[in-house]
């Protein structure tokens, strides 16, 4: 019998309030899910979105995990295209 995991818990919210941003990032212990990084109008074109996603794979890297984003997470486990999910 296989066991699976049923939990996830956010990580790096703090970066939110930091950089002023919206951010939806997972962890289940075994990888991470990304499903939304938003920066804020008054924020784009500036590298926010460079610093943050730069901060997030450092994190990934020094735990060990590899990041996924919900679009290919999907198709991953469910075999369903990317561009199928609207």
């Known amino acids: ?3 699976v995991k049923l939990y ?5 919210q ?7 941003i919206e951010l939806d ?3 289940n212990g ?3 899910t ?7 109008p008054d924020d784009r074109k500036g590298g926010v979105g ?4 730069n901060k997030i794979c450092q994190y990934a890297d020094e735990i060990g995990r590899d990041i996924y984003n919900a679009r290919h997470f999907i198709w991953r486990y469910f075999q369903i295209a990317p561009w199928a999910i609207l």
Request: avoid cysteine; charge should be negative; aromatic fraction near 16%.
């Open 14 to 20: 703090e970066l939110e309030d930091e950089y002023n």
């Open 8 to 12: 996830e818990e956010f990580v790096l």
């Open 30 to 32: 075994d990888y991470m």
């Open 34 to 40: 990304l499903s939304k990084l938003v920066v804020s």
């Open 1 to 3: 019998m296989k066991y």
């Open 50 to 53: 460079t610093e943050v996603m």
């Open 25 to 27: 990032l997972y962890d």
